[in-house]
């Protein structure tokens, strides 16, 4: 099993899409370096010998900041949005899409479930 950048590649996937279980690793980003070690798109991750494994870790070590490095980065993007208080920095802070999404209906996975109670009778006196 190819371990690179602290991540467990799966097996039986082709390296060109296991690749992308790195995070901060696309497909693109993967094409390009699987083309600058001389490895094939096509290869399983168990038919990998140690050599091109060596290869891709070093490229991907030199080239692109991946798993802490591209968090720590995006993280600090997204707090420089909320600092400089534009509008994508306040809707990262109210919790709203950022993408003049249109937030009436839908937008559930960012402001949350819906909290009513039906057919709640008002106490009397």
Same mark, same amino acid.
């Given at each position: 099993m190819a371990r690179i &950048?602290? %991540?467990d590649l799966p097996k039986n996937k082709r390296v +060109? $899409? &296991?690749l992308t279980y790195i995070y901060g690793i696309g497909l693109s980003t993967s094409q390009s370096i699987l083309s600058k070690a001389n490895v094939s798109f096509d290869v399983r991750c168990k038919d990998l010998e140690d050599s091109d494994v060596m290869t891709i870790r070093e490229i991907i070590? +030199? +080239?692109y900041p991946v798993e802490g490095a591209a968090k720590r980065v +995006?993280?600090?993007?997204i707090k420089r949005l909320m600092e400089v208080n534009c $509008? =994508?920095?306040?809707?990262?802070r109210a919790g709203l899409p950022l993408r003049?999404? =249109?937030? @009436?209906?839908? &937008? =559930?996975? @960012?402001?949350?479930?819906k909290k009513t109670v039906a057919g709640k !009778? !008002? %106490?009397g006196k």
């Open positions: &950048a602290g %991540v +060109e $899409i &296991a070590d +030199e +080239e +995006e993280s600090l993007n $509008i =994508r920095g306040r809707r990262h003049g999404q =249109r937030t @009436r209906t839908n &937008a =559930r996975t @960012r402001r949350g479930s !009778k !008002k %106490v």
